[in-house]
């Protein structure tokens, strides 16, 4: 079985944060590096003139990454404890994306950039306790009612009921909201940027990233240093066994679809502040983007999923800076198919079968 | 609070299995099993492969249920309870593979042991069952996937000691191990029983399992087929054919 594997307990956590913090701060500079001599290259500009885009770029990587990282983490999640593959899920963050924009526009009556950054502050963190329990409840109810009682059934049978739940999810928005785009108060305002090195960063890119960042820090304290989260990466890892430790399997189930769904809604809330419209099909193309993300860095890893998230952001980042972002999709897929050729388990996946 | 004051009928044994009939599907692999274990008891329970001892002992642990017949613990009907549950009643499993959190620390998978305990109570435990067993305590950082047989076998007894179980149920603690350490595995086992442990030990390894139990069940094919002391069920003639490797 595949499990939601994390770092286990090391002996010096500080040294492997201090490690994996490094390599990340390394692939980043790869990036820049990289996108910067392909902009000068290929994309016509000079190499003076490409640096700067090249740095904001990578930010706006960065950000988008972020967003694919914590709606995969849902997908890799689920599928790590019951091997699921919860088609459903990208359409939980679309839920959530449109219940901030209710919260948020219902509190600000209008769709400008607020400027008082108390306010600000306020009216975000307020969104996210609002939106995060309320979409982690209803994804947490939705395995309680349609899934569970498939737990035992063939399964093809919980599949195509996610496949089913995606359908059901996307017709309530289409029927609530309708079909064309419906505007996000854009309540970050897009203006703030910080000027380094002739670039000009947007802030709210680094606020997404730096969110997405704690919610993850958050997720892998919980997982590593708690008995409910130890409870989780158990119940993935031997189901029967840690029954016999004591451990109810269905509370830790619903555990997993509340935390996933939670995660979904933050993304939600920051897609809606990034791009400032939320539609009921969003879930269909950023929720395949995630699970390609969680598939990518080895379904089931939380690691990984994380890692993946930020490798597509990449790759879609680089296709559009460079002109090409018909081409992003296109991209993405042959890099997951060529992953997949040569590494069947993803990134950091792990082959299953290390019962002893 | 101590377990004699919640029975309700002190005369009964800890566990009566009354005429348990477990089902896999189809498969009938428990064909009325009556059994019966005391306080302070080791008893063991022998047989060939497929003859059920492993169903028996999920059947008690509550990974499976009997589908016919009852299974009491400390005077209560537990046939429908769920495995969670039955661990905080007292019954711990070492299960058959030892089923070990692979990706988890030594110390991880202690501490899932534990799961149902309050947190005061754990620091003392873990040196308990790391005095048993020391080498757990040379390993504990260490990720469980990564131990030999042997010490994945001495983590999946003390994950099971960790719940502090009244009955401890042991599936073939001896299996594939060397028989230096088969000896060390079944001196703690009595050691654990010594120190006010009840058990119910499932093994292939039978005159070893004799050696320590007071009582046997002889299993086959679903059905107990002898039953007595320990040294009886050692002289038993058609035993030792089958079991011992006499002819």
Do not use: C
Not at chain 1, 328 to 336: A, P
Request: overall charge neutral; glycine content about 10%.
């Amino acid at each position: 079985m595949t499990a939601i594997a994390s770092p286990a307990a090391h002996p010096n956590p500080l040294a492997r944060g201090l490690r994996m913090t490094a390599i990340a701060v390394a692939a980043v500079i790869a990036y820049l590096v990289v996108l910067w001599m392909a902009l000068s290259l290929f994309g016509g500009r000079t190499i003076d003139a490409a640096f700067p885009e090249a740095l904001q770029q990578t930010v706006n990587a960065l950000s988008i990454g972020a967003i694919y990282a914590l709606i995969a983490l849902g997908y890799t999640m689920v599928y790590g404890i019951i091997e699921l593959i919860n088609f459903a899920h990208g359409d939980i963050f679309m839920l959530g994306a449109f219940l901030s924009v209710v919260f948020i526009g219902g509190i600000t009556g209008n769709n400008e950039a607020v400027t008082n950054i108390p306010l600000l502050i306020i009216l975000i963190l307020g969104a996210l306790i609002l939106t995060m329990p309320i979409i982690g409840l209803l994804n947490a109810g939705i395995e309680r009612a349609v899934y569970r009682p498939l737990r035992k059934a063939p399964r093809l049978a919980p599949l195509i009921t996610a496949v089913g739940v995606s359908f059901i999810l996307q017709n309530v928005a289409l029927t609530i909201a309708g079909s064309g785009d419906r505007r996000a108060p854009q309540i970050f305002p897009l203006d703030w940027q910080i000027s380094v090195g002739g670039a000009e960063i947007s802030i709210l890119s680094i606020f997404i990233f730096v969110l997405a960042m704690v919610l993850m820090l958050g997720l892998q304290a919980f997982v590593t240093r708690t008995r409910l989260g130890r409870a989780m990466r158990a119940t993935a890892q031997d189901q029967e066994a840690a029954a016999l430790m004591g451990v109810d399997a269905n509370q830790t189930i619903s555990l997993t679809f509340l935390i996933g769904g939670m995660l979904a809604a933050a993304a939600g809330l920051v897609w809606g502040l990034r791009f400032g419209y939320v539609r009921f099909d969003l879930g269909f193309n950023s929720g395949l983007k995630a699970f390609t993300a969680a598939v990518l860095g080895g379904i089931g890893n939380i690691t990984g999923a994380v890692i993946g998230g930020f490798i597509i952001g990449f790759i879609e980042n680089f296709a559009a800076a460079l002109g090409y972002a018909r081409w992003q999709e296109f991209l993405i897929f042959v890099i997951l198919t060529l992953v997949l050729i040569f590494r069947p388990t993803g990134i950091l996946g792990q082959h299953s079968g290390d019962r002893a | 609070m101590t377990a004699a004051d919640q029975r309700p009928q002190a005369a009964e044994p800890m566990l009566v299995l009354d005429e348990v009939n477990t089902f896999y599907g189809q498969i009938h692999a428990l064909q009325g099993v009556n059994l019966t274990v005391a306080e302070g008891e080791i008893v063991t329970l022998i047989g060939a492969n497929g003859a059920g001892k492993t169903t028996t002992l999920k059947t008690i642990s509550g990974l499976l249920h009997p589908r016919r017949g009852t299974v009491r613990f400390e005077g209560a009907d537990v046939s429908k309870t769920a495995a969670h549950t039955l661990v905080r009643r007292g019954i711990g499993h070492a299960p058959e593979g030892r089923r070990i959190f692979g990706r988890m620390s030594v110390l991880e998978n202690l501490m899932m042991g534990a799961f149902t305990r309050d947190q005061p109570t754990i620091p003392p435990d873990l040196d308990r069952v790391m005095t048993l067993f020391p080498r757990l305590r040379e390993r504990t950082h260490q990720l469980g996937g990564t131990l030999s047989g042997g010490e994945q076998q001495m983590l999946a007894i003390a994950r099971a000691l960790m719940s502090h179980p009244r009955l401890l149920l042991l599936d073939e603690p001896s299996l594939g191990l060397s028989p230096i350490l088969v000896q060390q595995i079944f001196s703690i086992v009595r050691e654990i029983n010594e120190q006010g442990t009840t058990i119910l030990l499932v093994e292939q390894n039978a005159l070893q399992a004799l050696s320590i139990a007071h009582r046997a069940y002889v299993l086959q094919t679903g059905r107990v087929v002898l039953t007595g002391p320990a040294r009886e069920v050692m002289s038993d003639e058609s035993v030792r054919k089958a079991y011992l490797g006499e002819d």
